[in-house]
């Protein structure tokens, strides 16, 4: 299994809260994603590193922001959390796509987020 | 812009039967196309992927899937099911190059494999 470990696993928080997640890999691949999970949509890209400190957004950023200030850790935060951000959020990793065999997305187990 | 279409929600069928899950995808540019599997309580795995060539692509734990370019179709099938293939399945798209893993996935279907 890659070495992806996401905390936390499990959160409860209340509308209107900062809340962050952490993806932690060990696997020193330069790109990183967060994935939102929800039934009848699949999975969305929130944001996403191509190394670090270069972050850009994916297609539900809204209420979202990233950091990335090293090469293992990619952290999303929430600065005001609503209820329409209840979801399961996926970290993904993987280094660049050059040729076939490369490029694969290792996504880690998750976080599933209440917001009250 | 990409979209992906996962045309069954939910299919049910027995052990040792053949399953076909079906995915239409639309990209105004060529894609590179995946499907993953999700097991409950889990992240995402990949069971195979197209990016050129040989139209039928053969994945992991005997799944296979063809590309269809004229009917923008990636269907997922397996001859024969086992149980422990009960599990959430995942069509994706993604546009290739530095875009490669930013995917674009359809809905989900879950494969439900009854004894």
């Known amino acids: 299994d890659a070495g992806i470990t996401q905390s936390p696993r499990h959160k409860v928080t209340e509308t209107g809260t900062p809340v962050t997640l952490r993806c932690h890999q060990t696997?020193?691949?330069?790109?990183m994603y967060w994935y939102r999970q929800d039934p009848g949509h699949g999975l969305r890209l929130i944001h996403y590193?191509?190394?670090?400190?270069?972050?850009d957004k994916g297609e539900v950023s809204d209420g979202y922001s990233v950091s990335r200030s090293k090469t293992e850790d990619f952290l999303l935060t929430l600065e005001s959390a609503t209820s329409s951000q209840t979801s399961v959020y996926f970290c993904?990793?993987?280094?660049?796509?050059?040729?076939?065999?490369?490029?694969?997305?290792?996504f880690g187990e998750g976080s599933r987020l209440t917001v009250l | 812009a990409q979209s992906v279409t996962q045309l069954d929600s939910q299919v049910p069928v027995f052990e040792e039967a053949p399953v076909e899950l079906r995915c239409n995808y639309s990209s105004s540019v060529s894609v590179y196309l995946f499907w993953y599997v999700q097991y409950p309580n889990q992240g995402l795995q990949l069971l195979l992927k197209?990016?050129?060539?040989?139209?039928l692509v053969k994945g992991i734990n005997g799944f296979e899937a063809e590309f269809n370019k004229s009917q923008t179709s990636f269907h997922l099938r397996k001859p024969s099911v086992h149980i422990s293939d009960t599990a959430e399945y995942f069509c994706?798209?993604?546009?290739?190059?530095?875009?490669?893993?930013?995917?674009?996935f359809g809905q989900g279907t879950i494969l439900t494999v009854h004894p």
């Open positions: 197209y990016l050129s060539g040989s139209t």
């Open positions: 993904a990793i993987s280094e660049p796509f050059r040729r076939e065999g490369t490029g694969e997305l290792f």
């Open positions: 994706a798209v993604s546009a290739g190059g530095t875009s490669y893993g930013k995917l674009t």
């Open positions: 590193s191509y190394g670090v400190k270069d972050t």
């Open positions: 696997e020193n691949h330069r790109y």
